[in-house]
T-cell receptor, first 113, second 114 residues
Framework: KAGVTQTPRYLIKTRGQQVTLSCSPI?????VSWYQQTPGQGLQFLFE???????NKGNFPGRFSGRQFSNSRSEMNVSTLELGDSALYLC????????????FGPGTRLTVT | AQSVSQHNHHVILSEAASLELGCNYS??????LFWYVQYPGQHLQLLLK??????LVKGIKGFEAEFIKSKFSFNLRKPSVQWSDTAEYFC????????????FGKGTRLSVIA
């Protein structure tokens, strides 16, 4: 089975721009979660989608948003980028919501200049 | 709200030394517990998990973890580390009831030297 894939792997953006990151879960998995990983804060939960519905949201500003499509693929969007948004953004999939045996993708490294 | 503490930020061990990484969580209810590992240049991988039953859980690559409910702890152990165990290790917890997300500790970097 193919693992979780994320595109793009690396991204450089300028302050004020917006960015969209994509995640394709493991085939058959219906839950996708997003995390922000930074050296100082570690992994912080952004949101979870299950069957195209947002099930959980972390403590991030409204500039961070996401969605999930009918094929379980997910996108997250960050608008009005700030320098502090530079991070590794990780996507994880699981078969269903609630079990939380999650499988992680390689991440998208976002650098905001 | 749940929180997870990993006491050691960076651990340096010689090959064949024994390893124990601490993890404590704060949550009064029933929890699911996980250890994830991130090898250099690779993505996070599940090392082991505890949902219920025997509190001593065995994972991949010779790792094990013990859930001690009274101490709110889920420490990771390995009797003899190898250079290839050099990685960052993350403890994670979520509440069993309700639809709560995983909460991660800040990670422990393990460096194994020859």
């Amino acid at each position: 089975k193919a693992g979780v894939t994320q595109t793009p792997r690396y991204l450089i953006k300028t302050r004020g721009q917006q960015v969209t990151l994509s995640c394709s879960p493991i085939s058959g998995h219906r839950s996708v979660s997003w995390y922000q990983q930074t050296p100082g804060q570690g992994l912080q939960f952004l949101f979870e989608y299950f069957s195209e519905t947002q099930r959980n949201k972390g403590n991030f500003p409204g500039r961070f948003s996401g969605r999930q499509f009918s094929n379980s693929r997910s996108e997250m969007n960050v608008s009005t980028l700030e320098l502090g948004d530079s991070a590794l953004y990780l996507c994880a999939s699981s078969a269903t919501t609630g079990t939380y045996e999650q499988y992680f993708g390689p991440g998208t490294r976002l650098t905001v200049t | 709200a749940q929180s997870v503490s990993q006491h050691n930020h960076h651990v340096i061990l010689s090959e064949a030394a024994s390893l124990e990484l601490g993890c404590n969580y704060s949550y009064g209810g029933t929890v699911n517990l996980f250890w994830y590992v991130q090898y250099p240049g690779q993505h996070l991988q599940l090392l082991l998990k505890y949902f219920s039953g025997d509190p001593l859980v065995k994972g991949i690559k010779g790792f094990e973890a013990e859930f001690i409910k009274s101490k709110f702890s889920f420490n990771l152990r390995k009797p003899s580390v190898q250079w290839s165990d050099t990685a960052e290790y993350f403890c994670a917890v979520n509440a069993r009831s309700g639809n709560t997300p995983l909460v991660f500790g800040k990670g422990t970097r393990l460096s194994v030297i020859a």
